[in-house]
């Protein structure tokens, strides 16, 4: 059999094909931002470059969210937002090339978040002192600013925040921790560019699904830039450690069949309780445990953390729980209030 040659004409129909596959991506996504134009505002942190913030409220210290490795954005924290902002100015955003923020060309560094959301509240005339909250990987983005700007962070509250640590905790339990960006992700993602990824079935709370969906292409590229780079977030962030003494609560999921073991347990003997929450048993799976572990160990930096669990919950449990959140952002926020910082005096 004759091996068949690829002629210009072919090349030439190859390539008109995949322009206009791009070309179809490109204007689904464009219909998508008519669509859904984004809550709050647009705001330019570097030439070119904008960022997506959404700012309601007025007080001090402005609350400030960091969504996890999702690809929600600022949409992540719509159950809490707006009750949030009846307690003082409060600002979420989608970070680059999430939802309506425009991608980072350069390549991905995690001190790069942190500055991100530095220019964009600057940009948006925000004023220090900010109380991060921070959801899984959110958590980390959030340490690492809290250790780059010491000044203006007032206090922080983690939301099932990921752990400097947990790669090296999980292993050491014979835990797997897989991949952040299966093979099967990334060859969805080169082929974006054609449309198909929006058949990919993304779970998400009805309440945000419309928008979500409709960016999901771009979104899914931005958190899988920043997810290959999970080492050096996990890194970095370790390296700031020291809260001081900053109001601190870490909320700590514990899903309903944690909940059904730990009152089985206190019933049964909880006198023999370990001090950091943990049965000494193997009742709860070892994953939770593990979790949990590296939750306590958080609360431990600074002198005014403290450990919370949230029963009946999962990893993103201020869709289910938002009242859980919402009490411990306007604790840390009273106790901010009363707190007098220094103020570094201007370069």
Request: net charge negative; with cysteine.
């Amino acid at each position: 059999m004759k091996q068949r040659i690829a002629t210009p004409a072919i090349l030439a129909a190859s390539l008109a094909a995949m322009l206009a596959g791009s070309g179809c991506e490109s204007a689904l996504t464009a219909r998508a931002l008519d669509a859904y134009p984004p809550p709050g505002r647009m705001v330019e942190v570097e030439p070119g470059r904008r960022i997506q913030i959404d700012c309601r409220g007025e007080g001090s210290p402005t609350i400030v969210f960091q969504s996890g490795g999702d690809v929600l954005g600022s949409l992540a924290w719509s159950p809490v937002l707006p009750d949030a902002a009846r307690t003082s100015r409060a600002c979420a955003y989608s970070r680059a090339g999430i939802m309506w923020s425009d991608p980072d060309p350069r390549p991905f560094e995690p001190k790069d978040v942190a500055e991100d959301l530095h220019a964009a509240l600057a940009a948006a005339g925000e004023k220090a002192p900010y109380v991060l909250v921070g959801h899984s990987r959110g958590g980390l983005y959030n340490l690492i600013f809290a250790g780059l700007y010491r000044d203006e962070v007032a206090g922080m509250v983690f939301v099932d925040s990921s752990h400097p640590d947990q790669e090296q905790a999980f292993a050491d339990s014979g835990l797997k921790t897989g991949d952040y960006v299966p093979p099967g992700q990334e060859l969805a993602l080169m082929l974006r560019w054609t449309g198909l990824l929006r058949l990919e079935p993304y779970p998400v709370d009805p309440s945000i699904g419309k928008p979500v969906r409709a960016l999901y292409p771009r979104s899914a590229a931005g958190d899988a830039r920043e997810a290959r780079h999970r080492g050096d977030t996990l890194e970095l962030a370790g390296l700031y450690r020291d809260l001081r003494n900053l109001p601190v609560i870490v909320l700590a999921r514990e899903p309903p069949e944690m909940t059904a073991a730990w009152r089985e347990e206190d019933a049964r003997n909880g006198y023999l309780l370990s001090a950091d929450g943990l049965a000494d048993d193997d009742a709860p799976p070892v994953r939770e445990g593990v979790w949990r572990k590296l939750q306590k160990d958080i609360s431990t930096w600074s002198s005014r953390g403290r450990l919370e669990t949230v029963p009946n919950s999962n990893h993103a449990f201020f869709f289910n729980k938002p009242e859980a959140v919402l009490a411990a952002v306007a604790e840390v926020v009273a106790a901010a209030r009363v707190t007098t910082r220094p103020t570094r005096p201007a370069n």
